[in-house]
């Protein structure tokens, strides 16, 4: 997603993109207490791509103007 809002030239995509990357993160998560290992397995990936997406859309916002690449 994020090398789609590299791509865009027009500003409108680019935030069309950081908007699907927040709709993920306004999804409901796994409790953080699961009931088997492999639930836990499941809840420290999903973590780790919430994070992911959090730190590119810090570098998506970071960019100063004129430079299409985060």
Excluded: F, K, W
Aim: proline share 6%; charged share 25%.
């Amino acid at each position: 997603m994020t090398g789609l809002a590299d791509g865009a030239h027009a500003d409108s995509l680019r935030q069309t993109c950081i908007d699907v990357l927040c709709a993920y993160l306004r999804r409901p998560i796994a409790s953080d207490n699961p009931a088997s290992e492999e639930e836990h397995h499941r809840y420290l990936a999903l973590r780790t791509v919430r994070h992911t997406i959090l730190r590119l859309i810090g570098e998506l916002y970071r960019l100063p103007q004129g430079i299409p690449r985060s």
